[in-house]
């Protein structure tokens, strides 16, 4: 396959964890399995279900595997920020982020991987192409879809999936990104990433992928993450005029 990563370039998996007991055994292993010699860091926000734990036990038995424990829930983009940082500090060249559910199938990584070495910024897309969502109602597909028309009209990124939480990132995009500056606590922090990486100049490029609702476990999607959203939006098209 063209375009693989030569074996001196290091490759962190960042997922943010909260009560994934049920997921996160499968989860690792299925990253292993398609992504070796990759990274893993588990980003646990005190699951009180003790997902923390057995990341500690897997961790205790691969050195590829990292735990960061951060003491509270404080959202999805406090997590990714405090993972980015970690992966930055210990000089890997790709990060990708996704999630522990199995939404984003892991046997995508490698498709993400190798665009990566050829773009800066890798989007694993639900709507590029058409819609590959499964298994979501109706209300909940078109509020998606929705807010992508929503982010594209106000802030002209150029981006079918900004809310896509499925990405590999090039480190000097993270590295040259005011991560602490970063406002979104919650799902508008995909949004805010992306446009940022996109404002400075780095390319983007989306690849369709196959997105499925979650088997286990239970959403984290609230109102009032919708509304943060909303109004980070505003905000990103204040900063664009």
């Known amino acids: 396959m ?14 943010p964890t909260y009560n994934e007991k049920e997921n996160i055994e499968a989860f690792v292993a299925a990253v292993k399995t398609n992504l070796p010699g990759a990274h893993l860091l588990i980003v646990d926000d005190n699951s009180p279900d003790g997902t923390g734990v057995i990341a500690d036990q897997l961790a205790a038995t691969d050195s590829t595997i990292h735990v960061l424990h951060r003491t509270q829930k404080e959202g999805l983009g406090k997590a990714y920020v405090e993972g980015f940082q970690w992966a930055l500090r210990h000089d890997y060249d790709f990060i990708i982020q ?44 078109m509020l998606s879809y929705g807010a ?11 981006v ?3 809310t896509g939480g499925f990405k590999c990132f090039r480190r ?5 990104i005011e991560l602490d500056r970063i406002a979104a606590e919650g799902y508008g922090f995909q949004i805010e990433v992306t446009h940022s990486a996109w404002r ?16 286990a476990g239970t959403s984290k ?3 009032a993450i919708a509304k943060e959203a909303i109004f980070l939006v505003l905000r990103l098209a204040f900063r664009r005029k």
């Not at 990563?5 to 960042?14: D, T």
């Not at 390319?203 to 499925?212: L, Q, T, W």
């Open 98 to 141: 996704t999630d522990a559910d199995f939404s984003h199938d892991p046997k995508d990584l490698p498709r993400l991987l190798e665009a990566a070495q050829t773009d800066d910024l890798i989007i694993g897309s639900r709507y590029k192409g058409g819609c590959r969502v499964l298994n979501w109602p109706l209300p909940r597909l």
């Open 172 to 176: 000097n995009v993270l590295a040259s």
């Open 2 to 15: 063209e375009n693989q990563p030569s074996l001196n370039q290091k490759v962190l998996v960042v997922v």
């Open 221 to 223: 999607m609230s109102l």
């Open 200 to 215: 400075k100049g780095f390319s983007i490029k989306e690849i369709p992928i196959v997105f499925a609702d979650r088997v």
């Open 148 to 158: 992508g028309i929503y982010v594209r009209l106000l802030t002209r990124l150029p």
């Open 160 to 162: 079918m999936d900004p």
